[in-house]
């Protein structure tokens, strides 16, 4: 299995820019994670979907920050504009739930984006 | 309700130590209650995991001890080396739900 897949690996922009992330989980699984990771506030989670519905994205931010799961090989984490406060390392992590569920959680290699 | 409290922030033992990591958690919901380890540019990847139906779980060096009535949790790392050397992370989960982890323990193993 290919894991996690997340790109880019690292992001550098200006303020005001458009930063989108883009995660393919691995096939099968039906939850879909986005995590914000910082020194200071640790693994946050932005959002959360099953079977590519959201279902709890009380953890975004604020309106700059979006998030898609079109099909279930494909999501997207979009922030605009972006803010030199977004920088963070970004995971996108998956499981699978339902009647053979382990509870683990795969997480992606991140993608580390620094606003200017 | 839905924090998971984890101590210490950062810990330095010697190679061949004990090392001891606590999470705490208020929400009776949770079932299922994870470690994670996390080197330097990678993401978090699942080291080991309970159940509350167990007291305690090993698996090689590590062990999860659990206290449900304390709504407790810790990890333990026996014989620890520089290997070892990480960040660790608690969480505790909701069967299908959404995971919620502690703010990361930095272990450092001194050679």
């Known amino acids: 299995d290919a894991g996690v897949i997340q790109s880019p690996r690292h992001e550098v922009t200006e303020m005001g820019q458009e930063v989108t992330l883009r995660c393919k989980p691995i096939s099968g699984h039906n939850s879909l994670f986005w995590y914000r990771q910082t020194m200071m506030r640790g693994l946050e989670l932005l959002i959360y979907?099953?079977?590519?519905?959201?279902?709890?994205d009380s953890g975004m931010p604020e309106d700059r920050f979006s998030a898609k799961m079109p099909n279930a090989s494909f999501s997207t984490l979009k922030i605009q504009p972006s803010e030199p406060r977004d920088s963070a390392v970004y995971f996108c992590?998956?499981?699978?739930?339902?009647?053979?569920?382990?509870?683990?959680?795969?997480f992606g290699e991140g993608s580390r984006l620094t606003v200017l | 309700q839905q924090q998971v409290k984890q101590s210490p922030q950062s810990l330095i033992v010697q190679k061949g130590g004990i090392s001891i990591i606590n999470c705490a958690y208020e929400?009776?919901?949770?079932?299922?209650f994870p470690w994670y380890q996390q080197f330097p540019g990678k993401g978090p990847a699942l080291l080991i995991a309970i159940r509350p139906d167990v007291s305690e779980k090993k698996e090689g060096r590590f062990t999860i001890s659990f206290n449900k009535s304390a709504k407790q949790f810790s990890l333990h790392i026996m014989d620890s080396q520089p290997g070892d050397s990480a960040t660790y992370f608690c969480a505790a989960s909701t069967g299908t739900y959404k995971y919620i982890f502690g703010t990361g323990t930095r272990l450092k193993v001194l050679a």
């Open positions: 929400n009776t919901a949770f079932d299922y």
């Open positions: 979907f099953n079977n590519n519905v959201p279902i709890d």
């Open positions: 992590a998956s499981r699978r739930t339902g009647t053979s569920n382990t509870g683990e959680l795969f």
